[in-house]
């Protein structure tokens, strides 16, 4: 998320913070309804929670305690490495079909997914933000790169690799996991664009 994006957020930041919680009130509620299908599962409820982080972490109220968090990690995570890392682990890890089984199967690792997810939702803007662009390909790369292989891995797999899902349910998430790879590059992609030409426009602006 842009820097530019914060001042706005924090304008609304009652909404927000309502929004966000919302979120995941709504995963929690709805989990097993969610969980009864790979692809609800896997394609809208992990992507929700990690969007409730984003926003939970763009409207989060300043507090001295935090500030001082903050800062102590801003010396840890140089160039966002460590947060853009801590995400890929965190993602890898629950698109697993051994780690998808057991957040079905149990409400400790279900939870433990919900704490999982939102961290990385609250860690991937500042992450991006630090990252040159270098890292943030990096990245993408290898986020989508791993998405993409675990989804020909769901799609092509001639057996169930989760026993408390349907062959085709898992083929339909493979699906979508492939999309879900080819369109991170392009949104980022875009956005990138989109944040060169304002940054050029400025700039033009300015010298005249």
């Not at 994006?5 to 909404?15: E, M, S, W």
């Not at 010396?75 to 993602?91: E, K, T």
């Not at 500042?126 to 986020?143: H, M, T, V």
């Not at 020909?152 to 998430?173: K, V």
Request: proline share 4%; charged share 10%.
């Amino acid at each position: 998320m842009h820097s530019a994006l914060r001042p706005l957020l924090r304008r609304f930041r009652p909404a927000g913070m309502l929004a966000a919680i919302a979120s995941i009130i709504l995963c929690a509620v709805t989990r097993s309804s969610l969980e009864s299908s790979m692809a609800s599962h896997m394609l809208l409820q992990m992507p929700l929670l990690i969007a409730a982080g984003v926003f939970l972490q763009a409207v989060m109220p300043e507090r001295a305690y935090l500030s001082i968090l903050r800062q102590h990690w801003r010396i840890c995570d140089q160039y966002g490495v460590c947060s853009l890392l801590a995400i890929l682990l965190i993602a890898t890890y629950w698109m697993i079909p051994i780690s998808v089984e057991r957040a079905v199967t149990s409400t400790r690792f279900d939870v433990l997914k919900f704490l999982a997810l939102l961290i990385a939702g609250t860690l991937l803007p500042s992450g991006l933000r630090r990252a040159n662009l270098i890292i943030q390909i990096f990245f993408i790369g290898n986020l989508c790169g791993m998405m993409a292989i675990i989804g020909i891995q769901y799609q092509d797999s001639p057996q169930r690799l989760c026993n408390s899902y349907l062959l085709d349910d898992q083929i339909a998430t493979g699906i979508g996991l492939l999309c879900f790879s080819l369109t991170i590059p392009l949104l980022w992609i875009s956005t990138h664009i989109l944040h060169s030409a304002k940054s050029i426009t400025t700039g033009n602006n300015h010298d005249t």
